[in-house]
């Protein structure tokens, strides 16, 4: 069986605005069940990933084959998406059962944090397994007078999707950096558009979170020269100690036109599934056929996937009952 890829028609503000009308008192999840509330199980899953110019997409597509061919009578389908704030608010909702989301943002989720969904808690999301680092790229085109985030002020700035980890996080530096809205002009794009938008001087810089490196970012600096701005080693600090981030170096060899490490913050890749609607036996079953087969996966991020470090940024993200039972059985310490 091959996973089948759909696109979805429901924009990212269309799906948290609908995730708010639907939170809170009634909890209808649409589908005559409540969100976050009674089991429903299914084995036809719809897989949430992110734009296609990133990671998520290219990475989620050839799990979703992995698990349609090693895991019996389950059928995946994988969908662009906006990114991690529209993929855990559809996960509690019902609509996607299984997804990417940073461990940034889905902490924000269960504490009832996150931003535009403040107080409520999504309450069926289970953590299936750490990936990947995901670091923040700052980039600005070379022929620029930006040599810090600092410098940004009175910009054009591509800061993430709408429902993306990446707004979140750029919204988190740049704050460190004292700028706010109101210093600068948000652009919010898909990453993909966002590098259009920079070769094409439509934007001044744009902010991305992503798996490095990231073939989007190697095709745009083959046409246009363009360069890194770091975050400094105490901005980094102040941005961890308030968030789910942690400092990181992108490495010089990541892309052609680095000199040398960059510092900068990043935060974790996670596949998250719904404890509603994936059960204890597919939770185990998928978390095992990632595991197992992450050495066939073509996408370069895949080189990162260890199960000792599976449970890394947790934090307080409930393990998937499926996802604890195997990691037990592999003798992985849980938190």
Not at 317 to 333: D, F, V
Request: aromatic share 8%.
């Amino acid at each position: 069986m091959k996973a089948r890829r759909i696109i979805t028609g429901l924009t990212t503000a269309a799906a948290l605005l609908a995730l708010t009308a639907c939170g809170g008192d009634s909890g209808d999840n649409g589908n005559g069940g409540e969100a976050g509330g009674e089991e429903n199980f299914t084995n036809d899953l719809v897989f949430a990933t992110g734009g296609t110019a990133g990671v998520y997409y290219p990475f989620g597509g050839e799990l979703a084959t992995i698990y349609e061919n090693e895991i019996d009578d389950v059928s995946v389908n994988y969908v662009e998406s906006g990114g991690s704030a529209e993929n855990v608010g559809q996960i509690y909702q019902e609509e996607w059962q299984i997804g990417f989301a940073d461990n940034g943002t889905t902490n924000l989720a269960v504490q009832g944090e996150l931003p535009g969904l403040e107080g409520e808690e999504l309450d069926n999301i289970g953590w299936i397994a750490n990936l990947y680092p995901e670091a923040l790229h700052i980039v600005v085109r070379d022929d620029s007078e930006f040599e810090s985030v600092a410098d940004l002020e009175g910009a054009t700035i591509a800061v993430g999707d709408a429902g993306s980890g990446t707004r979140i996080t750029s919204d988190a530096v740049l704050a460190s950096y004292g700028l706010e809205e109101g210093d600068y002009e948000p652009e919010v794009t898909d990453f993909g558009s966002s590098t259009e938008m920079l070769a094409d001087n439509q934007i001044d810089a744009t902010m991305f979170v992503v798996g490095t490196p990231v073939a989007g970012l190697t095709q745009l600096s083959a046409q246009t020269d363009v360069r890194l701005l770091p975050v400094e080693d105490d901005v980094a600090a102040e941005v961890e100690e308030a968030g789910n981030e942690t400092p990181y170096d992108i490495p010089a060899d990541a892309y052609d036109f680095l000199e040398e490490d960059l510092s900068t913050v990043a935060v974790f890749a996670t596949i998250v599934a719904s404890t509603t609607q994936v059960s204890e036996d597919l939770g185990y079953e998928i978390t095992k056929a990632t595991f197992e087969n992450a050495d066939t996966i073509t996408v370069e991020a895949a080189q990162f996937v260890d199960i000792e470090e599976a449970v890394l940024g947790i934090g307080d993200i409930p393990l998937h009952p499926g996802a604890e039972r195997y990691y037990e059985e592999e003798g992985i310490e849980l938190p």
